[in-house]
């Protein structure tokens, strides 16, 4: 059973940084694709930044420069850095692996609040 687990969610000021870690189990992230969607309140869910497994990182308009995906194999993670935050990167952001093609996993998502 593939489960992902979600960590490093807060409450950050503007401009300030985050780490968000997804770690796998039940399954490897060597050869799948890895992403980060979030959803606002009232929103929809928006797509941040994935690798696809052919290996380059995509980014949403809105967080390219400032957030970096990185996977570490030998950890099985996932990891999406965020820096230079802005009130409106508030949401609840969610990591999905899809280690064949087929299927896409889903973590339980964890919050980030940007507020002065």
């Known amino acids: 059973q593939v489960q992902l687990v979600e960590s490093g969610g807060g409450l950050v000021q503007p401009g300030g940084s985050l780490r968000l870690s997804c770690t796998a189990s039940g399954t490897t992230i060597s050869m799948a694709g890895v992403g980060w969607y979030r959803q606002a309140p009232g929103k929809q869910r928006e797509r941040v930044a994935t690798?696809?497994?052919?290996?380059?990182?995509v980014y949403s308009t809105s967080v390219e420069g400032r957030f970096t995906i990185s996977k570490d194999s030998t950890k099985n993670t996932v990891y999406l850095q965020m820096n230079s935050l802005k009130l409106e990167d508030t949401a609840v952001y969610s990591c999905?692996?899809?280690?064949?093609?087929?299927?896409?996993?889903w973590g339980q998502g964890t919050q980030v609040t940007v507020s002065s």
């Open positions: 999905v692996v899809n280690p064949t093609g087929w299927t896409d996993y």
């Open positions: 690798i696809s497994r052919g290996g380059r990182p």
